[in-house]
T-cell receptor, first 114, second 112 residues
Protein backbone atom coordinates (compact mmCIF):
# COMPACT_ATOMS: atom_id res chain seq x y z
CA UNK A 1 0.00 0.00 0.00
CA UNK A 2 1.01 3.58 -0.56
CA UNK A 3 1.85 6.01 2.22
CA UNK A 4 2.92 9.61 2.35
CA UNK A 5 5.09 11.07 5.06
CA UNK A 6 5.39 14.75 5.74
CA UNK A 7 7.46 16.33 8.47
CA UNK A 8 7.77 18.10 10.76
CA UNK A 9 4.19 18.43 12.00
CA UNK A 10 4.78 21.86 13.51
CA UNK A 11 7.56 24.37 13.08
CA UNK A 12 8.28 27.78 14.56
CA UNK A 13 10.93 29.72 12.71
CA UNK A 14 12.23 33.30 13.03
CA UNK A 15 11.92 35.74 10.17
CA UNK A 16 14.90 35.51 7.85
CA UNK A 17 15.74 31.90 8.70
CA UNK A 18 15.82 29.14 6.07
CA UNK A 19 13.13 26.51 5.62
CA UNK A 20 13.13 22.92 4.50
CA UNK A 21 10.00 20.78 4.56
CA UNK A 22 10.25 17.24 3.35
CA UNK A 23 7.69 14.90 1.89
CA UNK A 24 8.23 11.30 0.83
CA UNK A 25 5.93 8.76 -0.75
CA UNK A 26 6.24 5.01 -0.35
CA UNK A 27 4.72 2.18 -2.29
CA UNK A 28 4.44 3.75 -5.72
CA UNK A 29 6.63 4.96 -8.55
CA UNK A 30 6.53 8.08 -10.68
CA UNK A 31 3.87 9.88 -8.67
CA UNK A 32 2.70 13.39 -9.34
CA UNK A 33 3.67 15.47 -6.32
CA UNK A 34 2.14 18.67 -4.99
CA UNK A 35 2.78 21.34 -2.37
CA UNK A 36 -0.17 23.39 -1.13
CA UNK A 37 -0.46 26.17 1.44
CA UNK A 38 -3.56 26.83 3.46
CA UNK A 39 -4.12 30.03 5.39
CA UNK A 40 -6.22 29.76 8.54
CA UNK A 41 -9.83 29.00 7.68
CA UNK A 42 -9.17 29.27 3.97
CA UNK A 43 -8.83 27.07 0.91
CA UNK A 44 -5.74 25.43 -0.51
CA UNK A 45 -3.37 27.40 -2.69
CA UNK A 46 -1.33 25.30 -5.11
CA UNK A 47 2.33 26.28 -4.78
CA UNK A 48 4.21 23.68 -6.82
CA UNK A 49 3.49 20.50 -8.69
CA UNK A 50 5.83 17.98 -10.24
CA UNK A 51 5.21 15.26 -12.79
CA UNK A 52 8.78 13.95 -12.62
CA UNK A 53 12.32 14.61 -11.47
CA UNK A 54 13.44 17.98 -12.82
CA UNK A 55 9.86 18.75 -13.86
CA UNK A 56 8.56 21.20 -11.31
CA UNK A 57 6.02 23.88 -12.04
CA UNK A 58 5.53 26.92 -9.87
CA UNK A 59 2.04 28.32 -9.59
CA UNK A 60 2.57 31.42 -7.53
CA UNK A 61 5.64 33.67 -7.50
CA UNK A 62 6.80 33.80 -3.95
CA UNK A 63 9.58 33.36 -1.46
CA UNK A 64 9.57 29.57 -1.80
CA UNK A 65 11.14 26.96 -4.05
CA UNK A 66 10.67 23.24 -4.53
CA UNK A 67 12.97 20.42 -5.51
CA UNK A 68 12.56 16.75 -6.29
CA UNK A 69 15.94 15.10 -5.66
CA UNK A 70 14.44 11.60 -5.92
CA UNK A 71 11.37 10.20 -7.62
CA UNK A 72 9.36 9.99 -4.40
CA UNK A 73 10.81 12.93 -2.47
CA UNK A 74 9.53 16.47 -2.67
CA UNK A 75 11.14 19.30 -0.71
CA UNK A 76 9.83 22.79 -0.08
CA UNK A 77 12.46 25.38 0.74
CA UNK A 78 13.05 29.00 1.47
CA UNK A 79 16.31 30.86 1.93
CA UNK A 80 14.78 33.58 4.11
CA UNK A 81 11.35 33.24 5.65
CA UNK A 82 8.87 36.09 5.77
CA UNK A 83 6.05 36.57 8.25
CA UNK A 84 3.62 36.01 5.38
CA UNK A 85 5.02 32.50 4.88
CA UNK A 86 3.17 31.34 7.99
CA UNK A 87 0.49 28.78 7.23
CA UNK A 88 -0.41 25.13 6.95
CA UNK A 89 1.62 23.35 4.28
CA UNK A 90 0.30 20.19 2.71
CA UNK A 91 2.08 17.73 0.49
CA UNK A 92 0.10 15.41 -1.75
CA UNK A 93 0.64 12.78 -4.45
CA UNK A 94 -1.46 11.28 -7.19
CA UNK A 95 -1.04 8.52 -9.75
CA UNK A 96 0.87 9.54 -12.83
CA UNK A 97 -1.09 7.52 -15.34
CA UNK A 98 -4.62 8.46 -16.25
CA UNK A 99 -6.38 11.71 -15.72
CA UNK A 100 -9.11 10.67 -13.35
CA UNK A 101 -7.16 10.15 -10.18
CA UNK A 102 -7.53 11.29 -6.60
CA UNK A 103 -4.84 12.98 -4.52
CA UNK A 104 -3.53 11.58 -1.27
CA UNK A 105 -2.46 14.07 1.36
CA UNK A 106 0.07 14.11 4.12
CA UNK A 107 -0.91 15.32 7.56
CA UNK A 108 0.52 18.77 6.99
CA UNK A 109 3.10 21.06 8.59
CA UNK A 110 1.95 24.06 10.55
CA UNK A 111 4.58 26.75 10.07
CA UNK A 112 4.65 29.84 12.25
CA UNK A 113 7.14 32.53 11.35
CA UNK A 114 7.88 34.84 14.27
CA UNK B 1 -5.48 30.86 -8.68
CA UNK B 2 -8.72 29.46 -7.35
CA UNK B 3 -10.61 27.33 -9.82
CA UNK B 4 -13.47 26.21 -7.63
CA UNK B 5 -15.55 28.33 -5.31
CA UNK B 6 -17.82 26.72 -2.77
CA UNK B 7 -20.89 28.10 -1.19
CA UNK B 8 -21.97 28.52 1.43
CA UNK B 9 -18.73 29.33 3.20
CA UNK B 10 -20.20 27.98 6.42
CA UNK B 11 -23.18 25.78 7.16
CA UNK B 12 -24.68 24.80 10.51
CA UNK B 13 -27.33 22.09 10.67
CA UNK B 14 -28.92 19.74 13.16
CA UNK B 15 -27.91 16.09 13.27
CA UNK B 16 -30.15 14.07 10.97
CA UNK B 17 -30.68 16.90 8.49
CA UNK B 18 -29.24 16.94 5.01
CA UNK B 19 -26.33 19.20 4.09
CA UNK B 20 -25.88 20.60 0.60
CA UNK B 21 -22.72 22.33 -0.57
CA UNK B 22 -22.15 23.84 -3.98
CA UNK B 23 -19.08 24.38 -6.08
CA UNK B 24 -18.61 26.51 -9.17
CA UNK B 25 -15.59 26.45 -11.43
CA UNK B 26 -14.32 28.42 -14.37
CA UNK B 27 -12.65 26.26 -17.01
CA UNK B 28 -13.34 22.96 -18.72
CA UNK B 29 -12.47 19.95 -16.63
CA UNK B 30 -11.78 16.22 -16.89
CA UNK B 31 -13.15 15.52 -13.46
CA UNK B 32 -14.28 17.13 -10.23
CA UNK B 33 -13.47 15.80 -6.81
CA UNK B 34 -14.72 16.42 -3.30
CA UNK B 35 -12.49 16.23 -0.25
CA UNK B 36 -13.02 16.47 3.47
CA UNK B 37 -10.68 18.06 6.01
CA UNK B 38 -10.93 17.67 9.73
CA UNK B 39 -9.51 20.62 11.64
CA UNK B 40 -5.74 20.82 11.39
CA UNK B 41 -5.40 17.65 9.35
CA UNK B 42 -4.73 16.62 5.79
CA UNK B 43 -7.49 16.21 3.23
CA UNK B 44 -9.24 12.95 2.55
CA UNK B 45 -10.75 12.13 -0.81
CA UNK B 46 -14.50 11.51 -0.77
CA UNK B 47 -15.69 11.09 -4.33
CA UNK B 48 -14.72 11.80 -7.93
CA UNK B 49 -17.12 12.53 -10.75
CA UNK B 50 -16.00 12.56 -14.37
CA UNK B 51 -17.00 15.27 -16.79
CA UNK B 52 -19.26 12.86 -18.68
CA UNK B 53 -21.14 11.86 -15.54
CA UNK B 54 -24.08 13.77 -14.08
CA UNK B 55 -24.58 12.11 -10.73
CA UNK B 56 -22.72 9.78 -8.45
CA UNK B 57 -23.46 8.17 -5.09
CA UNK B 58 -21.24 6.85 -2.33
CA UNK B 59 -22.94 5.83 0.89
CA UNK B 60 -24.61 8.96 2.29
CA UNK B 61 -22.93 11.16 -0.30
CA UNK B 62 -24.51 12.27 -3.52
CA UNK B 63 -22.61 14.41 -6.02
CA UNK B 64 -24.05 16.08 -9.10
CA UNK B 65 -22.19 17.77 -11.92
CA UNK B 66 -23.58 20.23 -14.44
CA UNK B 67 -20.86 21.03 -16.94
CA UNK B 68 -23.08 23.50 -18.81
CA UNK B 69 -23.28 25.60 -15.65
CA UNK B 70 -19.80 24.66 -14.48
CA UNK B 71 -21.14 23.68 -11.11
CA UNK B 72 -21.34 20.71 -8.75
CA UNK B 73 -23.12 19.95 -5.53
CA UNK B 74 -22.35 17.62 -2.65
CA UNK B 75 -25.26 16.33 -0.61
CA UNK B 76 -24.69 14.58 2.70
CA UNK B 77 -27.85 12.86 3.82
CA UNK B 78 -28.83 12.10 7.43
CA UNK B 79 -25.87 14.07 8.77
CA UNK B 80 -24.02 13.06 11.90
CA UNK B 81 -21.94 15.08 14.34
CA UNK B 82 -18.90 13.23 12.96
CA UNK B 83 -19.54 14.86 9.57
CA UNK B 84 -18.39 18.18 11.06
CA UNK B 85 -15.44 19.23 8.89
CA UNK B 86 -14.50 21.45 5.98
CA UNK B 87 -15.41 20.25 2.51
CA UNK B 88 -13.55 21.23 -0.63
CA UNK B 89 -14.13 20.71 -4.29
CA UNK B 90 -11.16 20.29 -6.58
CA UNK B 91 -10.84 20.33 -10.33
CA UNK B 92 -8.18 19.47 -12.81
CA UNK B 93 -8.07 21.20 -16.14
CA UNK B 94 -8.42 19.84 -19.64
CA UNK B 95 -5.31 21.76 -20.59
CA UNK B 96 -3.30 20.47 -17.66
CA UNK B 97 -4.75 17.40 -16.01
CA UNK B 98 -1.92 17.18 -13.52
CA UNK B 99 -2.87 20.38 -11.73
CA UNK B 100 -5.43 19.93 -8.99
CA UNK B 101 -6.98 23.23 -7.97
CA UNK B 102 -9.07 23.53 -4.83
CA UNK B 103 -11.87 25.85 -3.91
CA UNK B 104 -12.15 27.85 -0.72
CA UNK B 105 -14.23 25.24 1.08
CA UNK B 106 -17.43 25.00 3.09
CA UNK B 107 -17.17 24.64 6.87
CA UNK B 108 -19.90 22.29 8.01
CA UNK B 109 -21.01 22.11 11.62
CA UNK B 110 -23.43 19.35 12.56
CA UNK B 111 -25.00 20.01 15.95
CA UNK B 112 -25.84 16.92 18.01
Amino acid sequence: SQTIHQWPATLVQPVGSPLSLECTVEGTSNPNLYWYRQAAGRGLQLLFYSIGIDQISSEVPQNLSASRPQDRQFILSSKKLLLSDSGFYLCAWSWRVGMNTEAFFGQGTRLTVV
Amino acid sequence: SQQGEEDPQALSIQEGENATMNCSYKTSINNLQWYRQNSGRGLVHLILIRSNEREKHSGRLRVTLDTSKKSSSLLITASRAADTASYFCATDGRDSSYKLIFGSGTRLLVRP
